[in-house]
């Protein structure tokens, strides 16, 4: 396994950052940087395309992309073009789509789990050049084949978390990337129901880099909090303190509050946060646990150059 650190741009930003703030990635020495596909931002395959065209060697990871809001041999078109344009250095997430907006553009299906199984094996199929004719469930295609599918397919990776949709994933995708916060329990919980040991594992945290682990932490919770909800089972359940966490979730008012009850010891282990020395012993522990690629989300509200900057420091550091 080849370990990997990388960035996520945030999806609040207008599209117009993208390819300067990937463009410092790149020059940080990072491995990859991530860009978001989330209703009604800026669109996956247009700021991939973007940023791309903008950097020379780094990966550029699409996390992630409803399956259901694009017929897939279109999607396999997008991505045949970017990944021929630009070999070697494109990832592609598929996930089932936040309910709420994919019915907000009727595109909500009967079985997301087979909406999401049948869209990644169909988008596979052709971007392996063959040609497909599929009845399914939610995919229907008729003696589909792409004319230029890519020399290099790129690696397909489904952002799900559930136990069916984590079973299937070890069917049709080469990965999972799993949401902030990604704890090692987490990831050997997941590699567990996934059953395939050749898949690999991202994973995306909030970070907050700072040599005094009390900043460190007041500046992390806010963020944590909101990145825990009603359906943060899966990620907080194999946690020793992980009952008590989903308790207070329950228990909590608005995230404000929730972020109230955060204990300072459940914070340092949802979040990679503190020292220098800190943060890359965090990030060992996860690829100690089967993680490939550790993304690591600058801080909502706080400069992301300085974010990325921080990144690159712990870069060096885990290279050193």
Known sequence: MVARLGVRIPRELPAARLTGLARRAEQEGLDEVWIVEDCFYAGGIATASAVLAA????????????????????????????????????????????????????????????????????????????????????????GVELEFPPALPPKL??????????????RVADGTLLAEPATPEYVRATRDLIGVEEHSIAVYNWLALDADPERARERARADVASAIGPNSGPALEPLDFGAELLAEVKAATDREDLARRLRPEWIDRLSISGSLDRCVEQIRALYAA??????????????????????????????G
């Open 290 to 319: 089967g993680t490939e690629s550790v993304i690591l989300l600058p801080l909502l509200g706080e400069p992301e150059e300085e974010s990325f900057a921080a990144a690159g420091r712990i870069a060096a550091a885990l290279r």
């Open 55 to 142: 950097t020379e060697k780094i990966t550029l990871g699409i996390g992630i992309m409803p399956a259901v809001a694009r017929n897939p041999a279109i999607a396999a078109m997008e991505i045949a073009a970017l990944a021929e344009l630009h070999p070697g250095r494109l990832i592609v997430g598929f996930g089932h789509g936040v309910p709420s907006w994919m019915r907000q553009i009727d595109a909500w299906p009967k079985s997301a789990l087979a909406a999401f199984e049948e869209t990644l094996t169909v988008v596979r199929r052709l971007l392996a050049g063959e040609r497909v004719s599929f009845e399914g469930k939610h995919v229907r295609l008729d």
């Open 157 to 170: 990776v489904a952002g799900v978390r559930g136990p069916k949709s984590l079973a299937a994933a070890g």
